[in-house]
């Protein structure tokens, strides 16, 4: 069974950071493609972050370029979201999401509908 545990979320003031952190088991970790999503207020679910299943890809959403970056923690199998410059228009739930099976090893998903296990969710609160 494939658990995701979210943490970090919390509110913050514009222009700080926050680091989210996703946690499973060893065996998800070095056979996943995994990704972070969000869901802010009255929106449908949007693609952050991503790691390929190789772990040697990385695509961020236009949103998160230059603020955010992604990173895998091997020796504590914990995927990290590390947030900058923080806007009001972040505030949302994030969501870690984990694919097992993959078609190239080195793509990263960007869709929702690819991933097969998620998270229970984390909220940040971005006040401006």
């Known amino acids: 069974q494939v658990q995701l545990v979210e943490s970090g979320g919390g509110l913050v003031q514009a222009g700080d950071s926050l680091r989210l952190s996703c946690a499973t088991s060893?065996?998800?970790?070095?056979?996943?493609?995994m990704g972070w999503f969000r869901q802010g207020p009255g929106k449908e679910r949007e693609f952050v972050a991503g790691v390929s299943w190789s772990g040697g890809n990385k695509d961020y959403a236009d949103s998160a370029k230059g603020r955010f970056t992604l990173s895998r923690d091997s020796a504590k199998y914990t995927l990290t979201l590390q947030m900058n410059s923080l806007k009001p228009e972040d505030t949302a739930v994030y969501y870690c999401a984990a694919r097992l099976t993959y078609l190239h090893i080195n793509y990263v998903y960007t869709a929702d509908h690819e991933y097969g296990y998620w998270g229970q969710g984390t909220r940040v609160t971005v006040s401006s």
């Open positions: 060893g065996r998800t970790f070095s056979s996943a493609a």
